[in-house]
């Protein structure tokens, strides 16, 4: 099974999970300060910080990219309950 | 009558040359959106700004005083004259007259935020013409002849969609729900109107105070401008010394506690409740873990003896909170949900949490406490603490644990873990 790992770095947890996972489906799990409203890349409440590994993201849906550009998002932001983890090593924050 | 009302029927009341109120006053109302009592009522807010070039109409009222609002405003200007309508705020009780509004002056546009635009649709259910929807930032302009309407930035103010307008040439500040206040009074003026202290202060403590980052934010916007008279969208129009108002809203978003801790401490405050007195054993010995990390100060309170109002205070400002509840008819208890329940007013978003508990058969209080610490939006990084009725020294060093690894997260001392969620059905688990 291809898998991730991804680092909640705000509470130190790291988790190994399937590739194709979505954020939004572990963040709460491990209790991390992710915080999300809509649930369906509508609102931009979920918006966090890539620290590092953006590239093993999956690429923004056009959904997301317009709310990202909506929200004057920086560059590194993503949606958590968009982004979707491929591969490698990804390093999250709230943002 | 006396002379000194300045509401009359259907007449739009001057606030500034060429600048006019054309709300409405709801005398009636003793409730505002559920969460708030008025002892008089409200006024819903919007005004006409013309210049030589046209007229501006700055937000409208519930829908059910669309009539009052168009008396007034046809009563100031043509609906052809009409070249912008500006929407500081998209709630309902300003912008109940929007769709006729618009459907009466079709040339004009509309100016709104970013997220005011998303919100729009939900508003206006017949569809827009979005070539009429102008999204502002602090660059937009809007020349009206003689004096132009500039935006400032304001989000969560209390909607994420909200603005100010600000006319530089006159001083004047159209602030959406920021300085308002539900207190109606037909003499309009602060310097008029009856006492309002306690309703101003009301408002912010119950509607801008979940948002104190957000208020200090648009406060530096605000304070450093020339201010003659704030025209709020609700309540009195604050034309005599309008800038005490802006102070009080500095002085309102300080901590209403002084910081008992010393700079670089962290409080973590542990709330209990015990039948039996095991929730409470556990409770002090999730005291006891956390006390041993340096750098935290813990404090413990029982809650059957407490009213929640200065715990919510308290919590404002803490960095962490533990709750401990027994499970009774598999429910937390009551005082708990109480305290939790009124967590809306302050902001705890990205505070650490945990909960804690002793049971008797099914144990359910712990998993939903820390379902309603997630849902305010707070870290709660370690699972908590469930014990059948007595706790066991076994059972008492895991909530010491508890405390002591909750407070090692408020120092950042927290060691890092690895979970592995690739087994079959971890992550639905």
Same mark, same amino acid.
């Given at each position: 099974m291809p898998k991730a790992q991804v680092t909640f770095e705000d509470i130190g947890v790291t988790v190994t999970v399937p590739a194709?996972?979505?954020?939004?489906?572990?963040?709460?799990?491990?209790?991390?300060? +992710?915080?999300?409203?809509?649930?369906?890349?509508?609102?931009?409440?979920?918006?966090?910080?890539?620290?590092?590994?953006?590239?093993?993201?999956?690429?923004?849906?056009? +959904?997301?990219?317009?709310? +990202?550009?909506?929200?004057?998002?920086?560059a590194g932001s993503r949606l958590a309950c968009q982004a979707q983890v491929l591969d490698g090593h990804i390093v999250v924050r709230p943002g | 009558m006396s002379a000194q009302v300045a509401v009359l029927p259907g007449q739009p009341v001057a606030i500034a040359p060429d600048v006019?109120?054309?709300?409405?006053?709801?005398?009636?109302? #003793?409730?505002?959106?559920?969460?708030?009592?008025?002892?008089?009522?409200?006024?819903?807010?919007?005004?006409?700004?013309?210049?030589?070039?046209?007229?501006?109409?700055?937000?409208?009222?519930?829908?059910?005083?669309?009539?009052?609002?168009?008396?007034?405003?046809?009563?100031?200007?043509?609906?052809?004259?009409?070249?912008?309508?500006?929407?500081?705020?998209?709630?309902?009780?300003?912008?109940?007259?929007?769709?006729?509004?618009?459907?009466?002056?079709?040339?004009? #546009?509309?100016?709104? =935020?970013?997220?005011?635009?998303?919100?729009?649709?939900?508003?206006?259910?017949?569809?827009?013409?979005?070539?009429?929807?102008?999204?502002?930032?602090?660059?937009? #302009?809007?020349?009206?002849?003689?004096?132009?309407?500039?935006?400032?930035?304001?989000?969560?103010?209390?909607?994420p969609d909200t603005q100010c307008t600000w006319v530089e040439e006159d001083g004047l500040l159209f602030s959406g729900d920021v300085f308002g206040c539900h207190f109606c009074d037909a003499r309009l003026f602060n310097d008029r109107v009856g006492d309002f202290r306690f309703s101003f202060d009301y408002y912010y403590q119950h509607i801008m105070r979940p948002f104190r980052e957000h208020v200090l934010s648009a406060l530096d916007l605000i304070e450093p401008l020339p201010i003659r008279l704030i025209a709020p969208a609700h309540g009195p129009v604050l034309r005599d010394s309008p800038t005490r108002y802006v102070h009080r809203y500095r002085q309102m978003a300080a901590p209403l506690l002084a910081n008992e801790a010393g700079e670089r401490e962290k409080t973590l405050l542990v709330f209990y409740i015990s039948a039996y007195g095991n929730t409470a054993r556990m409770a002090q010995a999730v005291r006891d873990g956390a006390e041993g990390v340096e750098?935290?100060?813990?404090?413990?309170?029982?809650?059957?003896?407490?009213? =929640?109002?200065?715990?919510?205070?308290?919590?404002?400002?803490?960095?962490?909170?533990?709750?401990?509840?027994?499970?009774?008819?598999?429910?937390?208890?009551?005082?708990?949900?109480?305290?939790?329940?009124?967590?809306?007013?302050?902001?705890?978003?990205?505070?650490?949490?945990?909960?804690?508990?002793?049971?008797?058969?099914?144990?359910?209080?712990?998993?939903?406490?820390?379902?309603?610490?997630?849902?305010?939006?707070?870290r709660v990084p370690r699972p908590g603490v469930k014990v059948k009725l007595i706790p066991t020294d076994e059972e008492l060093d895991a909530c010491r644990a508890l405390g002591r690894e909750l407070a090692e997260h408020l120092v950042g001392r927290s060691a890092p873990r690895h979970i592995d969620f690739t087994a079959p059905g971890a992550l639905t688990a």
């Open positions: 194709g996972t979505r954020l939004i489906e572990v963040s709460e799990k491990v209790g991390a300060g +992710l915080t999300y409203g809509c649930r369906e890349g509508e609102c931009g409440t979920c918006m966090m910080k890539i620290v590092s590994g953006g590239e093993h993201l999956a690429s923004p849906s056009v +959904l997301e990219d317009k709310i +990202l550009k909506e929200n004057y998002a920086s | 006019h109120w054309v709300g409405a006053l709801d005398p009636g109302l #003793r409730q505002f959106d559920i969460i708030l009592r008025t002892a008089n009522g409200t006024s819903y807010n919007a005004y006409a700004v013309r210049g030589t070039d046209g007229v501006a109409v700055i937000d409208t009222v519930k829908a059910e005083f669309a009539d009052d609002f168009f008396a007034r405003l046809w009563a100031c200007c043509r609906p052809d004259e009409i070249r912008a309508i500006v929407l500081n705020h998209l709630e309902p009780d300003h912008t109940g007259a929007l769709p006729a509004l618009l459907a009466a002056a079709p040339q004009a #546009r509309v100016y709104l =935020s970013t997220a005011a635009m998303r919100m729009l649709k939900g508003i206006v259910k017949d569809g827009i013409d979005e070539s009429r929807l102008v999204v502002v930032d602090e660059e937009t #302009r809007v020349d009206l002849g003689g004096r132009s309407l500039r935006f400032l930035y304001t989000p969560y103010l209390h909607w750098g935290v100060r813990v404090s413990l309170y029982d809650l059957v003896s407490g009213d =929640s109002v200065p715990f919510v205070d308290l919590i404002e400002e803490a960095d962490g909170l533990v709750f401990g509840s027994p499970t009774i008819n598999g429910d937390a208890v009551k005082p708990v949900w109480e305290l939790l329940s009124s967590l809306a007013l302050v902001k705890v978003k990205g505070k650490f949490g945990a909960a804690f508990g002793s049971y008797g058969w099914s144990g359910e209080a712990v998993g939903m406490i820390e379902d309603r610490l997630r849902g305010l939006k707070l």
